[in-house]
């Protein structure tokens, strides 16, 4: 069976690094970009399952590169992986199409079973005070 193709998005080498090495074994990460605009020119060529992505990046935030990617119907599911605990951020998140909301304190439990939920058709969100 194919791994489950990820590509990355997070302006901090350091946080992809981290990514990349949580992920690798289970899944096939098939590039990694630094800012939003690379972000979705990089998910509309290489067509991967699995956009995760940081909100807060240069060139084009999180949102806006959310955006683009549901109106583009590329087919890409996107997870925002963020530092952001604020329940205002998950609603405009998934507004914009996006099926799972991670926060970075939780990155080793709860993103890859963000992957796999947003990539059987459902959401996630993260837990964190304030969301009930």
Known sequence: ??????????????????????LG???DI????????????AAMRLGPDVLVMDISMPVLDGFQAAL???????????????????????AAAFSAGVRGYVTKPRLSTDLARAICE????????SPFNGLR
Do not use: P
């Open 1 to 22: 069976m194919a791994k489950i193709r990820v590509l990355l998005a997070d302006d901090h080498q350091v946080m992809l690094a981290r990514v990349r090495w949580q």
């Open 25 to 27: 074994e289970e899944f």
């Open 30 to 41: 098939v590039g990694t970009t630094n800012n939003g605009q690379d972000a979705v020119e």
């Open 68 to 90: 683009r990617i549901r109106d583009s119907g590329c087919g890409t599911r996107v997870i925002f992986l963020t530092v952001h605990q604020d329940e205002d951020f998950v």
């Open 118 to 125: 947003a990539l059987a058709g459902g959401s996630f969100v």
